[in-house]
């Protein structure tokens, strides 16, 4: 505990974070605390998203049946079970369609939105994801997708462990969390959290210029 409570107050810049994160997949049974599991969520949905709709749906898989529940959907993958805690990330597509009421009033009141703003949002919302159709899915995917990045960097921040997993069933994993038959609601990645009980190991990154381009692909970025 003592631990945990310095690594409360002195967390690793952001920079340090990103270069010392890896994928685990084997954790310790150890609990995370209220508090920082608390702070774990606020900085994930600190995120950005289209609109400040905020269409994300994070579920998080605490109980023992619901990890064992979620492990089966997952191809049996070990560390669902092992961690103390699974965010699941899922997306409503529909997200922007449904009432924004609290979301533009609470703009208005941070000062962060002007009526005029505000107004522009009750138009133009409803135009935005008429207009994207389709794609209105992937969009709150990408949505989803960015907030699990935040989690991932704040826990390694905290001196947690995390894991990104996308070997999941799509339709088991929603039967876990509730939302089986609901057709609007996509999963987007799955995130154990807790204590590594493995070593870090840095596999390492190509060149640049292999993944790396200027203006179009073809064109190495030369650092």
């Known amino acids: 505990m003592v631990q945990e409570l310095n690594l409360q107050t002195k967390p690793l810049d952001v920079p340090s974070a990103i270069i010392q994160r890896r994928s685990i997949k084997t954790f310790k049974s150890d609990p995370i605390s209220p508090e920082l599991l608390r702070q774990l969520v606020e900085l994930t949905v600190a995120a950005p998203s289209s609109y400040n709709i905020q269409d994300w749906r994070i ?35 529909t997200a922007g369609e449904q009432d924004l009421t609290p979301i533009l009033n609470q703009g ?25 159709g389709d794609k209105r899915r992937e969009y709150a995917i990408k949505d989803a997708i960015i907030a699990a990045t935040h989690l991932v960097l704040a826990a390694e921040s905290l001196g947690l462990s995390t894991c990104f997993m996308n070997g999941w069933i799509e339709e088991k994993v929603k039967e876990v ?24 190991r840095d596999p390492g990154r190509l060149p640049f210029a292999h993944n790396v381009f200027v203006d179009r692909l073809g064109n190495p970025y030369e650092s």
Do not use: C, H, M
């Not at 969390?177 to 870090?200: F, H, Q, T």
């Open 108 to 132: 208005l009141e941070t000062g962060a939105w002007n009526e005029k703003t505000v107004n522009y949002f009750k138009t133009n919302i409803p135009q935005y994801q008429a207009g994207v």
């Open 177 to 200: 969390i509730g939302a089986a038959d609901n057709p609007d609601i996509a999963i987007a990645v799955l995130v154990p959290v807790g204590y590594a009980a493995e070593p870090r």
């Open 59 to 93: 579920v998080l898989v605490q109980d023992e049946a619901q990890k064992a529940a979620l492990s089966a959907a997952s191809w049996n993958q070990k560390q669902v079970v092992e961690a103390p805690v699974t965010f699941v990330f899922a997306a409503d597509a």
